[in-house]
């Protein structure tokens, strides 16, 4: 089965990569008020010039200092598009003024309800559910159960990246995923496979995975970007300081939420540079990766500044130790459902896409609750029937 195509929504990030490798978004797309028909982006201010080639190919198009409650950024600049222009821009093919238009469709349009991706990992190890399936066919049913469930990817991984855990041989976990994401493919389920080594995601592509999904973001192994952009692959592109190893040995960060989201985007390019399109890329901040409890809390509650990356996001907190920190309780890694579900409200509250989760069933039903709080339901969901009423 074909990997579903990321949302095209949030092109913004590349259309910036495109103007210069230093002219990314630092807000995203906004209304110009005064101006209904103009629409306007906040761009970083280095690298964007009024005389921009491909700005001026927008006509009416033209930069301005972007003016925050302390008055006009010199870091920040505001590109201001006439809609007229943007239309006229894209009969004409040009590649930088259909983004705009995918851009400000996405302001007419609420974003899609996020994807579920299901964890099942074939390991000894892992920290939650490792040693859990005692052969392939446990784990084929319990891929299939997840995707009965509503996980539109059944994210398969063959090594724990637990922090302190050791790299396990490439052929040894090759042998342990392949058996699984060939079953699971055959079975017309969208298999991802959560791995660092290009020689892994290779086997797994091979044996019918469509998404390969990598904690290091192409750092792990040179080979990786190239193989993803050469198989036309749906790539996960997540973020780690340092190795699984010595990830959690004191990590530090200024300000958590603006290092990460420039590391990402520091990967976003990496991965469009090496040929990769950009409606195939993902981005994931990496909860629990090289960052300490307060490093992520401070992603989740600021989640929604990620989305000016202008890729899809996707988060994995599932049943992970800040759940555990953050009820100051020695909650055992199984036992973290209810403070999962609390994650996931934030992340959809936040802009997620994509959710890595074990508890499928219910955190489907955790992000329908929370997309409905935040937007209402949709005008044809049926209205359940109330109970009877017992004598
Ligand atoms: N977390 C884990 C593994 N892969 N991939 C993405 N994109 N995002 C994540 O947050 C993420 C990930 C770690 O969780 P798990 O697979 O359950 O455990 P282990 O590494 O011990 O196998």
């Not at 300081?241 to 420039?262: I, L, N």
């Amino acid at each position: 089965m074909p990997a579903e195509t990321p949302d095209p929504r949030r092109l913004l990030g590349p259309l910036a990569l495109r103007l210069g490798p230093r002219a990314l978004p630092a807000r995203g797309p906004a209304r110009v008020p005064t101006e209904p028909e103009t629409y306007a982006f906040a761009l970083r201010a280095d690298g964007v010039a009024a005389d921009d080639r491909t700005i001026a190919a927008l006509a009416g198009a033209h930069v301005a200092p972007f003016v925050t409650a302390g008055g006009p950024s010199p870091r920040q600049v505001l590109l201001q598009v006439p809609r007229a222009s943007l239309e006229a821009a894209a009969q004409l093919g040009d590649e930088a003024a259909e983004l705009l238009l995918d851009v400000r469709a996405a302001l007419d349009a609420p974003p899609p309800p996020p994807r579920l991706m299901g964890v099942l990992n074939v390991t000894p190890d892992s920290f939650s559910d490792g040693g859990k399936y005692a052969g392939i066919d446990q784990a084929v049913a319990a891929g299939r159960r997840m995707a009965d469930e509503g996980a539109a990817w059944i994210d398969v991984g063959g090594e724990s990246t637990r922090p302190g855990a050791a790299e396990v041989p490439a052929d040894e976990e090759r042998d342990r995923v392949v058996p699984v994401v060939r079953a699971l493919a055959e079975a017309g389920l969208t298999v991802s496979i959560d791995t660092r080594k290009a020689a892994v995601a290779e086997a797994a592509l091979d044996a019918g995975a469509a998404v390969v999904n990598d904690v290091s973001a192409g750092l792990h192994d040179d080979r990786m970007l190239p193989l993803v952009a050469e198989r036309d692959a749906v790539y996960v592109a997540m973020h780690m300081r340092g190795t699984p190893a010595t990830m959690q040995d004191d990590p530090r960060y200024e300000d958590p939420v603006a290092e990460v989201a420039e590391e990402l985007r520091a990967r976003a390019a990496a991965c469009l540079k090496a040929g990769m399109a950009p409606s195939k890329i993902v981005l994931d901040p990496g909860i629990g990766f090289g960052k300490s409890v307060h490093h992520n809390l401070a992603l989740l509650r600021r989640l929604v500044e990620l989305r000016s990356l202008g890729l899809p996001l996707c988060l994995g907190v599932s049943r992970k130790s800040f759940i555990a920190h953050a009820t100051g309780a020695d909650v055992p890694a199984d036992e973290r459902v209810g403070g999962t579900a609390a994650a996931v409200a934030f992340c959809v509250l936040g802009g997620a896409d994509w959710l890595r989760v074990h508890d499928v069933a219910a955190m489907s039903q955790a992000a329908a609750v929370a997309r409905a709080i935040a937007r209402g339901v949709h005008p044809t969901t049926p209205a359940p029937t109330d109970p009877p009423v017992r004598p």
